[in-house]
Structure formats: C-alpha cells, structure tokens
C-alpha cells in the first residue's frame, strides 16, 4: 500500500512530495519565464539596457549549467545563452495596485499556507528524499558529459516508511546506468526505480518545457503534506503576497513547531491593505490539534524587512526553495 508521495525539482531540476499515493517532486527552473529563446521583461532600463541585461542574464544561466559548453554538447535540445532574444513588452505596473503598495499595502490578495514538521530539514520525509536525490543528480550531472541538469525527482514511501519507488527525469544524451547512484544517494535501495518513464529524454530546459508564472507549487511548497496557497513567488517582487506571505507563513510554522509534530500557519492578504485578514496557526501533537490566532500587526514593508527580501536574494531563494 502506498502511502506518502513527493516530487522535488533543481533549476535545472524539478521534484515533489505527497500523501495518499500522491508524489513530490523538486524542481528549481531559472528559465521559468523563458519561452523557447525569448524573455519579456519590464522596465530594462534599471538593468542596464536590453544588451547589458542579456549580458547578465547569460550569466545567470552559466551560473546554473548553461554555459557555451553545454550549449554545444546538446545544441537544438536545450537553451543556447548565446541565442536569447531580450523583448521589452511591458511598462509599468497597474495605477490601480501601485495606489495600494504605495501606502505600504499587500500588492494582491489571496490565501497562504505555512507548514514545518519533525525530521531533516523540517519537512516530510518523502519531500526531504526527493530533493536529496534531485540535488545529488544535479552535481552528477554536471559532471557527466551525458547527462542534463533539467531534473525531476518522485519518491513514494510505503506503509512502513521505506521507499518504494523512486521516479527520475533526466536528460540523457548516452545511455548511463543510474540504478547504484540512486540507492547510493537515498541510503537506501527502492522497491521500483524508473528513470525516463517515456525511454526517451533529450530535449530539455525553456526549449521544451516552459511556464511563465513559475514551476509546479507542489514542488515550490509541501507536497501534499499541507494545503497550498497563494501563487508561485518566482518572477515577483516583494510586495506581491504570493512571494512576501508565502515565505513568512514558513518562517512561523518553523518558530511554532517547538515540540509538536507538525504546524500549519494560515495568513490572508488584501490587496491595497496593510492588516491581515486572518492569521491562524495550528499545530498537532499526538494526533490532538490545538489552534489559536497569531495576531499579527505588522506592515508589508516590516516583514519584509524582516525576511531580508528588500535584498538581492532571489537567485538563492529560487534555487533552495521555501
């Protein structure tokens, strides 16, 4: 009987976690808002120019795997750096949301949910698993001329808390046997591992899979081991609930876990108002759950002070997830 599944994913990789046969899969995706080779981008002018901007962007992406080199190894089946193609589309946000940011409100509304519980890295275990296993791939990876670094990474957990089966995604220019690798990564050797559930993985990164409001929330947050909320808090700033919220309901669950088994933390924005509309936290100890309310009167622009995101640190934030 399968009971606990999660997905995990890099920038180059994906994953995921879950409950009741479901899975957690991690992912960090840098090209998230890339379709194919071009990038539409607000206000260039603060990065420098559109040339400057493709300069760091470059970058960015050599930072995570996509350098000259790769591109060469893999041509037309992942993104060249070199071939980016920078459209300014956008002018500036809407009047009617910067009134409300302006006087130091949410920038939208929306429900958030924080979660932490006992274990490694204080998250579930399934989740903990695949994004070990996904991390471990990635430096793999990017030592082995014949794998990609575009990874995605499932385990699902058993009755007994064993791993019954493993689930990878990786590109694969060249055969490579990954069985030993696996077990020798998770500690353990799964009932079921698949790799490349199709047989076939080539064409990978912003070339052949692409969102622009960010990669799958299961693999951002949880898993299933909590409700999701909100939004993806990727490509936003800080005044946006679904980045600022999503991170401080987090940071709470950790402050009231203390002893119990697991905290849950449920905040809602409005949009233009700086008070929240509800702030709960619950926490379950031996299967008996108490609740009370946080009473939260902070600003936007406190919290997010607070969490240091008034501070170039969403490469960081992006690839380590919550």
Not at 131 to 144: F, G, H, R
């Given at each position: 009987?399968?009971?606990?599944?999660?997905?995990?994913?890099?920038?180059?990789?994906?994953?995921?976690?879950?409950?009741?046969?479901?899975?957690?899969?991690?992912?960090?995706?840098?090209?998230?808002?890339?379709?194919?080779?071009?990038?539409?981008?607000?206000?260039?002018?603060?990065?420098?120019?559109?040339?400057?901007?493709?300069?760091?962007?470059a970058e960015a992406l050599a930072e995570i795997g996509y350098d000259k080199f790769y591109s060469h190894r893999w041509g037309n089946y992942a993104i060249n750096p070199e071939k980016l193609q920078i459209i300014n589309l956008i002018g500036k946000q809407s009047a009617d949301i910067s009134q409300g940011v302006e006087q130091d409100?949410?920038?939208?509304?929306?429900?958030?949910?924080?979660?932490?519980?006992?274990?490694?890295?204080?998250?579930?275990?399934?989740?903990?698993?695949?994004?070990?296993?996904?991390?471990?791939?990635?430096?793999?990876?990017?030592?082995?001329?014949?794998?990609?670094?575009?990874?995605?990474?499932?385990?699902?957990?058993?009755?007994?808390?064993?791993?019954?089966?493993?689930?990878?995604?990786?590109?694969?220019?060249?055969?490579?046997?990954?069985?030993?690798?696996?077990?020798?990564?998770?500690?353990?050797?799964?009932?079921?591992?698949?790799?490349?559930?199709?047989?076939?993985?080539?064409?990978?990164?912003?070339?052949?899979?692409?969102?622009?409001?960010?990669?799958?929330?299961?693999?951002?947050?949880?898993?299933?081991?909590?409700?999701?909320?909100?939004?993806?808090?990727?490509?936003?700033d800080a005044s946006k609930a679904d980045v600022t919220l999503n991170f401080y309901t987090r940071k709470l669950a950790l402050e009231y876990l203390q002893d119990n088994d697991e905290c849950f933390v449920y905040l809602s924005s409005c949009i233009g108002r700086s008070e929240l509309p509800s702030d709960i936290v619950k926490t379950?100890?031996?299967?008996?759950?108490?609740?009370?309310?946080?009473?939260?009167?902070?600003?936007?622009?406190?919290?997010?002070?607070?969490?240091?995101?008034?501070?170039?640190?969403?490469?960081?934030?992006?690839?380590?997830?919550?």
């Amino acid at each position: 009987m399968k009971t606990l599944c999660a997905p995990f994913a890099f920038p180059g990789l994906k994953g995921t976690t879950g409950r009741s046969r479901q899975p957690f899969f991690p992912r960090p995706r840098a090209q998230n808002i890339m379709a194919r080779i071009a990038l539409i981008l607000p206000r260039l002018s603060r990065y420098g120019g559109v040339e400057q901007f493709a300069f760091r962007l470059a970058e960015a992406l050599a930072e995570i795997g996509y350098d000259k080199f790769y591109s060469h190894r893999w041509g037309n089946y992942a993104i060249n750096p070199e071939k980016l193609q920078i459209i300014n589309l956008i002018g500036k946000q809407s009047a009617d949301i910067s009134q409300g940011v302006e006087q130091d409100g949410w920038g939208d509304q929306g429900v958030f949910v924080g979660y932490a519980c006992q274990g490694t890295g204080n998250i579930s275990r399934e989740q903990y698993l695949a994004k070990k296993l996904c991390n471990a791939l990635y430096e793999y990876a990017l030592q082995n001329i014949h794998l990609g670094i575009d990874i995605k990474t499932q385990i699902t957990l058993n009755e007994l808390g064993g791993i019954e089966t493993a689930v990878v995604a990786v590109p694969v220019l060249k055969d490579v046997d990954l069985t030993t690798f696996i077990v020798l990564a998770l500690g353990e050797e799964p009932e079921n591992i698949i790799v490349n559930g199709t047989g076939t993985y080539k064409y990978h990164s912003s070339v052949a899979d692409c969102g622009v409001t960010g990669r799958k929330l299961a693999c951002d947050f949880y898993g299933t081991a909590c409700p999701i909320g909100g939004g993806s808090p990727w490509t936003k700033d800080a005044s946006k609930a679904d980045v600022t919220l999503n991170f401080y309901t987090r940071k709470l669950a950790l402050e009231y876990l203390q002893d119990n088994d697991e905290c849950f933390v449920y905040l809602s924005s409005c949009i233009g108002r700086s008070e929240l509309p509800s702030d709960i936290v619950k926490t379950v100890k031996h299967s008996v759950v108490t609740k009370h309310s946080l009473q939260i009167n902070k600003k936007p622009s406190e919290i997010i002070i607070e969490l240091g995101l008034n501070k170039p640190v969403f490469a960081r934030l992006c690839k380590n997830g919550l």
